[in-house]
């Protein structure tokens, strides 16, 4: 069992940042790929970052490419996401997810474990 909780949200300007961190509870932290998600009002939740177990593999959405960056430390049994130049259409509420299999992550679908949620808002 990983429990998964999330921090780090919050209320920015356009072009700012912000970090992210996941927290995650168990002994099997570092078997895990872990991914973020985000969800806007009125919209499906959709794919952000995924890292593989190891953090030797990473992928990102083609609209945060370039401006997120996602990092694990597995002796924190921590995640990470870093957003730069951050716009008003990122706003969301953003999740980590856990599966073992990295694959499972970037495609969002029956994931083994999921956060809470943390609101990020980008104002204009």
């Known amino acids: 069992q990983v429990q998964l909780v999330e921090s780090g949200g919050g209320l920015v300007q356009a072009g700012g940042s912000l970090r992210l961190s996941c927290a995650a509870s168990?002994?099997?932290?570092?078997?895990?790929?872990m991914g973020w998600f985000r969800q806007a009002p009125g919209k499906e939740r959709e794919f952000v970052a995924a890292?593989?177990?190891?953090?030797?593999?990473?992928y990102y959405a083609d609209s945060v490419k370039g401006r997120f960056t996602i990092s694990r430390d597995n002796n924190k049994n921590t995640v990470y996401l870093q957003m730069n130049s951050l716009k008003p259409e990122d706003t969301a509420v953003y999740y980590c997810?856990?599966?073992?299999?990295?694959?499972?992550?970037?495609?969002?679908?029956?994931?083994?474990?999921w956060g809470q949620g943390t609101q990020v808002t980008v104002s204009s």
């Open positions: 168990g002994r099997t932290f570092s078997s895990y790929a």
């Open positions: 997810a856990a599966d073992r299999s990295y694959p499972t992550i970037i495609t969002g679908t029956r994931i083994d474990y």
């Open positions: 890292i593989s177990w190891s953090g030797g593999s990473t």
